[in-house]
C-alpha cells in the first residue's frame, strides 16, 4: 500500500471538488499540502469563522519584511478544500513544501521562486508548461479549453471512481517527466526532497494512511524511488534566514495576474461560479450577468438570458465541447445582451469574469503591531479596505473627515498607498479632498516594512519623515517632505523638517531650485492655516526664499538661455507668481517686489521673448500694467528689428497655454491686430521656422476661442465688427469694463462659493478659488 497522492491545478475548481471527493472516499488519518511548514501553526486559524477566502499565506524574513511570499487561496483551491476536510473530519493537516526560510534566503541571492513568489530563474521560455503539452498532445490549441472540457465540465458523477482522474493525471505527468525532466523546473528538485523527507515523516507516524496533495507536476517525483541520503544531500548547506508568517486578506484580481505575487488565472470569478453552482451552471452565470446589465440600466429581460443559454450550448456543440464554457458564454452575452458591443462586455469580464471579492482574516492572526494599530484606526474612521476602487470625497471641516485625511496622508508617506489624492469636483477650496482607495494585498507587505518606524501610524509616520529630512539631498525633497507633514499632521517632526530646510535654503543658490521648492512652501502655509496647524516657522523660510527669488532671477533670465531653459524658467516663473500671491496676505511688499522684478524681465532686450511676454502677462492679470503699456511692449516685441523666432516666443509666453490667452486677444482687438500684423509680415523661411511655436501657442485655445478669433480676423480692419479707430472694441464688446455690470454679479457668485464654515473660514477658500 502506498499513500494517496492526489494530484491537482492549483486554484481549479474541477481538482477541488474531486479532492473533496477522494477524501471523502478513502478518509486519510491525516493530510499533506504544499505549502511552507512555518504556515503549520497558523492552520487552525482557517476553521475559525472569520476567515473568509481568498486568503494567502504571507511569510517574510523577520530582518527585511519586504522579502517575501505569498501562497494564495480560494475557495475553489484545492488546497484550502483539503485544509477544510481535515479540520472537519478531526485529522491532522500539514505544510510539506520546502520551508519559506530557505526559499527567501535564497530568493536574496537571486534564485527562482515558488509559486506566487518573485525571485529569478530560468527563462518562461525555457521552462514546460505541463498543461499546454497535454493540450497540444490532444488536439487542442488552448490549455485552458483542453482543462475545461477534460475536468472542469467532467462532473463529479462522471466516473464511478474518484481517484481515477488523479491515477490518469499523475501517468500523463509521469510520461512528461520522463520526456521533460525537471522541464526547466532545476528549484523544484530540491522542493521535492524535501517532499519526499516530509513524507517519510508521516509514515513513520501514520503509515501509509494519509494524503498528499500537491501540484499534479510533482506527483511522479514524490512515488520515485530515492534515498533518505540522497535527498538529504541536496538540502544540505541552504541558505536561512528568520521568517514570520501570518494569513492576509487576498482579491480576485490578484489571483488574475501572471506577474508578481499574482497566480495567474485569467478568469478567478468564473471558477467560483463552477465550484459553487452545483447544477446548470451557465445558466445561472448568465442570469448573474443579466443582473448586472440591469444594475447599469441596460434593457436586459429574462428572455435575452434563454436565447444567450441557447446560444452558448449551440455554440459549444459545434466545437464538439460537452459544456459551454467561458469563451461561448462570452460571445453568446456579447451577441444576445450586448447588441455585439464591446463596451458592456469589458464591464461583465472586469466584475464577474475577474470580480472585486476581498478575503477576510480573523483578528487572532499575528500581524506587526503596526497592522493592528492601522486596523483600529481603519473600524474607528469606518474605512473599511475593499478591493474595488472607490472614490471617497472629504470635508476637512468636520472632525471625522479630517481623520481620514490624515491617516491617508500619513500611510501615503510611509510608502502605503491604499489612497491615492483625486482631482476634487465641483470645488477646488482647500478645505476639500477627494481620494481614490483600493486596498491590494501587498500593501500588508508594505505595513510590515513600515512597522520597523513605529508601532502606531502617527509614530512611524513621524519617525519616517525625521529620517527622510536628514537624508534629503535637495531642497526640492525637503520642501515636499515639509507640505506632506502638514498635510499629515505631524506636528513633532516639523521641527526636524524645518531645520533641514532652512539649512539647504541657504546653502541652495540655483534659482530655478529655489523657484521649484517655494510653491510648495506656499501652499503648506495655505493648508496650514486650513488644517489648524502651526506653520509660522515656514513663513519665515518662505519669506526668505523669494527674496533670493527676486534677486536671483533677473541675472539668471539674462544669462544666454537656450529654449529649453527659457521654458523650464517659465513655468518656475508661473509657480513663484502663484506662491506670491499666497505668501502676500502677510506681506504686501512682497508682491510690489515681485512686480518690480517682471517689470524689469519685461522690459529687458537681452531677455529670452518668452520669458518677457510672460512677465508682460502675469502684470497685465494682476493689473500692474496699463493696456497702452501693454500694447507698446507688443509692439516692440514684434517689430520688424525682432527675430521672428524671438517674436513668436514672446507671443507663446503672453497667450499661450491655457491661461486665457485666447478671450484677452478675443477681447482686446489693439493686441489681436498687432498679432495679425506681425504675422503677416514674416517672411516665408522664417514663418516655417516659428510655426511650430504658434500652432503650440493657438491650438491649445478652446475651439470656441479659436472660431471667434477666426472670424475677427477675416473680417479685418475693414469689415463690419472691426473697430473704427484705435482703442475701439469690436461690435457686441465695450470699450471698457462697466464696474456697475460687473458689480451686479458678486452677490451671485458669493451664494455660489460660500458655505457653512467655522469661524474665521468663510465657506470655500476664496483665495485657492482665485
Known amino acids: 500500500m502506498s499513500p494517496l497522492l492526489l494530484g491537482v491545478r492549483h486554484h481549479g475548481p474541477g481538482s477541488a471538488r474531486a479532492v473533496r471527493a477522494a477524501l471523502d472516499a478513502a478518509r486519510p488519518a491525516a493530510v499533506l499540502i504544499e505549502g511552507p511548514p512555518e504556515g503549520d501553526a497558523l492552520l487552525a486559524l482557517a476553521a475559525d469563522p472569520g476567515m473568509r477566502p481568498p486568503v494567502a499565506l504571507l511569510a517574510h524574513a523577520a530582518d527585511d519584511p519586504g522579502r517575501a511570499a505569498f501562497w494564495p487561496l480560494a475557495g475553489f483551491s484545492p488546497e484550502w478544500i483539503a485544509i477544510r476536510w481535515a479540520q472537519e473530519a478531526g485529522v491532522p493537516v500539514r505544510f510539506m513544501d520546502l520551508p519559506a526560510a530557505h526559499s527567501l534566503a535564497r530568493r536574496e541571492e537571486g534564485e527562482e521562486g515558488e509559486e506566487g513568489e518573485e525571485g529569478g530563474g530560468e527563462p518562461d521560455s525555457m521552462r514546460v508548461d505541463p498543461l499546454a503539452v497535454l493540450a497540444e498532445t490532444a488536439g487542442y490549441d488552448d490549455p485552458e479549453r483542453w482543462w475545461e472540457d477534460v475536468v472542469e465540465h467532467r462532473g463529479t458523477g462522471a466516473v464511478r471512481d474518484p481517484l481515477a482522474a488523479f491515477e ?47 501540484g499534479a507536476w510533482h506527483v511522479p ?68 450577468v443579466a443582473g448586472l446589465l440591469r444594475e447599469e440600466d441596460r434593457q436586459v429581460s429574462s428572455a435575452h438570458v434563454i436565447e444567450a443559454v441557447r446560444l452558448a450550448e449551440t455554440l459549444a456543440a459545434m466545437r464538439g465541447r460537452p459544456l459551454p464554457g467561458l469563451t461561448e458564454t462570452l460571445e453568446a452575452v456579447r451577441a444576445v445582451m450586448c447588441d455585439g458591443s464591446d463596451v458592456p462586455l469589458a464591464l461583465i469580464e472586469d466584475r464577474l469574469v475577474v470580480g472585486d471579492v476581498l478575503g477576510e482574516v480573523p483578528d487572532t492572526a499575528p500581524v506587526v503591531p503596526l497592522q493592528r494599530d492601522l486596523t483600529r484606526r481603519q473600524r474607528s474612521l469606518r474605512l473599511k479596505p475593499e478591493a474595488q476602487d472607490r472614490e471617497l470625497e472629504l470635508d476637512l471641516r468636520k472632525e471625522t473627515d479630517a481623520a481620514k485625511s490624515l491617516l491617508l496622508h500619513r500611510l501615503r508617506l510611509l510608502g502605503i498607498d491604499w489612497g491615492i489624492p483625486a482631482a476634487s469636483r465641483g470645488s477646488t477650496g482647500t478645505f476639500r479632498e477627494t481620494w481614490r482607495l483600493r486596498w491590494e494585498p501587498e500593501l500588508s507587505v508594505r505595513v510590515a516594512e513600515a512597522g520597523i518606524w513605529g508601532t502606531t501610524v502617527l509614530a512611524a509616520a513621524t519617525a519616517k519623515a525625521e529620517a527622510d529630512a536628514a537624508g534629503a539631498g535637495e531642497l526640492g525633497e525637503v520642501t515636499a517632505l515639509a507640505e506632506r507633514c502638514l498635510l499629515a499632521g505631524l506636528s513633532e517632526a516639523l521641527p526636524a523638517v524645518l531645520r533641514a530646510l532652512a539649512d539647504r535654503a541657504a546653502l541652495d543658490t540655483d534659482v530655478a531650485r529655489l523657484a521649484k521648492a517655494l510653491p510648495a512652501l506656499a501652499r503648506s502655509l495655505r493648508y496650514g492655516d486650513v488644517r489648524g496647524t502651526d506653520a509660522a516657522a515656514l513663513g519665515t523660510v518662505a519669506a526668505g526664499l523669494a527674496e533670493r527669488i527676486c534677486v536671483a532671477l533677473p541675472p539668471a533670465c539674462a544669462a544666454g538661455l537656450d529654449a529649453d531653459a527659457a521654458a523650464e524658467l517659465r513655468g518656475h516663473m508661473d509657480g513663484v507668481h502663484g506662491a506670491v500671491g499666497l505668501l502676500a496676505d502677510a506681506d504686501e511688499g512682497l508682491r510690489e517686489r515681485w512686480s ?74 489693439r493686441l489681436l491686430g498687432l498679432i495679425d500684423t506681425w504675422l503677416s509680415g514674416v517672411p516665408e523661411r522664417a514663418f516655417i521656422d516659428v510655426l511650430p511655436l504658434l500652432r503650440r501657442t493657438f491650438g491649445a485655445y478652446e475651439p470656441g476661442v479659436k472660431r471667434t478669433l477666426g472670424e475677427l480676423v477675416r473680417r479685418g480692419p475693414g469689415g463690419p465688427a472691426a473697430p473704427s479707430r484705435a482703442g475701439s472694441a469690436p461690435e457686441g464688446f465695450g470699450p471698457e469694463l462697466d464696474p456697475a455690470r460687473a458689480d451686479a454679479v458678486l452677490d451671485l457668485v458669493r451664494l455660489l462659493l460660500a458655505g457653512p464654515g467655522p469661524a474665521g473660514h468663510d465657506g470655500h477658500d476664496l483665495a485657492g478659488v482665485g
Do not use: N
Request: hydrophobic share 45%; charged share 25%.
Open 596 to 669: 518690480a522684478v517682471l517689470r524689469a524681465l519685461s522690459g529687458r532686450e537681452t531677455v529670452p521673448g518668452l520669458i518677457r511676454g510672460r512677465a508682460a502677462r502675469l502684470l497685465l492679470d494682476d493689473g500692474r500694467l496699463p493696456a497702452a503699456e501693454t500694447a507698446r511692449l507688443m509692439g516692440l516685441a514684434l517689430s520688424p528689428a525682432a527675430s521672428p523666432a524671438d517674436a513668436a516666443g514672446w507671443i507663446e509666453g503672453f497667450a499661450g497655454g491655457s491661461s486665457g490667452g485666447g478671450t484677452l486677444l478675443v477681447h482686446d482687438d
Open 221 to 288: 517525483a514524490l512515488r520515485a524511488r530515492t534515498t533518505a541520503a540522497a535527498d538529504k544531500a541536496l538540502l544540505t548547506g541552504l541558505p536561512k534566514v528568520k521568517v514570520e508568517t501570518t494569513w492576509v486578506p487576498w482579491t480576485h484580481r490578484r489571483l488574475a495576474r501572471v506577474g508578481g505575487y499574482g497566480a495567474g488565472i485569467t478568469s478567478p470569478g468564473w471558477y467560483a461560479h463552477l465550484f459553487e453552482a452545483r447544477d446548470r451552471p451557465v445558466e445561472r452565470w448568465l442570469t448573474k
Open 168 to 214: 490518469a493525471l499523475g501517468e500523463a505527468m509521469g510520461a512528461l517527466r520522463e520526456a521533460y525532466g525537471d522541464g526547466g523546473h532545476s528549484r523544484d528538485l530540491v522542493r521535492e526532497a524535501y517532499m519526499r523527507q516530509r513524507m517519510r515523516a508521516a509514515r513513520r507516524e501514520f503509515g501509509d494512511a494519509y494524503a498528499v496533495v500537491c
